[in-house]
């Protein structure tokens, strides 16, 4: 089963507009990290916004939010009017905890195409 | 503060030819990882380092990869011999500290190889 699961290979959104991007996760593990990024045609990552797996509070950095539903294994991200440079590849990540063996890369979802219409 | 660097940043090589990347993670970061990032799809991890030490090497293909990260530095990926499957973005990252889950990996520009 895969650990990242992202449902939307692509969006079409008015400028302007809110957007919500699926991701959902399976871990057993109680402490994880779930993170998202953005990849624009030029290929670098850029990391948008962090959520624990214990934060109470949904995570929130600019006009980014993280809805976190942790029963249901999922965290989306929220863009608030969207803009044209907000056209890219948006990623969902998980890490999953310390193991005594300090192994802690990234596992990654198969990413959305999200495309900004003025 | 500087990024992480790689170079180069493209390459083409014709398949059974060798190529190695290289990655200078961000000043002061521990951790370095190599993810390798097929078209269409998400970054895949390779290898895990702390410091100079191997943490995680699980989804390296041994016989045809190999890195090192001498001194705790810098750090060198080399495939010998290339497949045509082996095409792909290498982006390599560093992280201050390995082990934690809030720590934010830091990626390169990443370098696209083309095998033919």
């Known amino acids: 089963a895969q650990k990242i699961t992202q449902t939307q290979p692509g969006m079409f959104v008015q400028e302007k507009e809110a957007v919500t991007l699926d991701c959902t996760y399976d871990t057993s593990d109680q402490s994880y990290g779930l993170f998202w990024y953005k990849q624009p045609s030029s290929g670098e990552m850029i990391f948008l916004i962090y959520q624990g797996s214990y934060d109470e509070q949904n995570a929130t950095e600019g006009r980014y939010s993280l809805n976190f539903q942790k029963a249901r294994k999922s965290a989306n991200l929220v863009i608030s009017a969207s803009q044209l440079g907000d056209s890219a590849m948006y990623f969902c990540a998980m890490r999953e905890p310390y193991s005594g063996g300090g192994a802690d890369g990234l596992t990654f979802g198969k990413g959305t195409h999200l495309i900004i219409q003025p | 503060e500087a990024g992480v660097a790689q170079s180069p940043r493209y390459k083409i090589i014709e398949k059974r030819q060798s190529v190695a990347f290289w990655c200078n993670p961000i000043?002061?970061?521990?951790?370095l990882y190599w993810y390798q990032q097929i078209l269409g799809q998400g970054p895949k991890l390779l290898i895990q380092f702390q410091n100079n030490g191997v943490v995680d090497d699980s989804q390296l293909p041994k016989d045809r990869f190999s890195a090192e990260r001498l001194k705790g530095v810098d750090s060198t990926l080399k495939i010998q011999p290339a497949k045509l499957e082996d095409s792909a973005v290498y982006l390599c990252?560093?992280?201050?500290?390995?082990?934690?889950?809030?720590?934010?990996?830091?990626f390169g520009p990443g370098t696209r190889l083309t095998v033919t």
């Open positions: 000043s002061g970061h521990a951790t």
């Open positions: 990252a560093s992280s201050e500290e390995g082990g934690r889950t809030t720590y934010e990996q830091y």
